[in-house]
């Protein structure tokens, strides 16, 4: 059974960081892509980042490209997502995603993803 625990949200001021991580468990991952993506209240689940386990380029929404750097760990079955510079704008339930093909390039839809992790509040301050 696949488990995604993500963890690492918190209270942060205007400007600082936060490293959010996601363990997975249950599978092999070779071949798979693992995302982040958030949702605000009151708004629609989006794409944050994304990142093949095979390797690549990762993908990064245009809203937190230059400030957010997705990452994995092979040893650990863990992603991670950076998260410096932040703004009030990045409030939100953050959520890690695991899609069982990933074949070809990091994926962007949510739909695309089989199983999610239980999310992780990041709240920033202005």
């Known amino acids: 059974q696949v488990q995604l625990v993500d963890s690492g949200g918190g209270l942060v001021q205007a400007g600082g960081s936060l490293r959010l991580s996601c363990v997975a468990s249950g599978r092999t991952l070779s071949g798979c892509g693992l995302g982040w993506f958030r949702q605000a209240p009151g708004k629609e689940r989006e794409f944050v980042a994304a990142?093949?386990?095979?390797?690549?380029?990762?993908d990064y929404a245009d809203s937190v490209k230059g400030r957010f750097t997705i990452s994995k760990d092979n040893a650990k079955n863990t992603v991670y997502l950076q998260m410096n510079t932040l703004k009030p704008e990045d409030t939100a339930v953050y959520y890690c995603?695991?899609?069982?093909?990933?074949?070809?390039?990091?994926?962007?839809?949510?739909?695309?993803?089989?199983?999610w992790g239980q999310g992780t509040q990041v709240t920033v301050s202005s």
């Open positions: 995603a695991l899609a069982e093909s990933a074949l070809f390039r990091p994926i962007v839809i949510p739909g695309a993803y089989n199983y």
């Open positions: 990142i093949r386990w095979s390797g690549g380029i990762p």
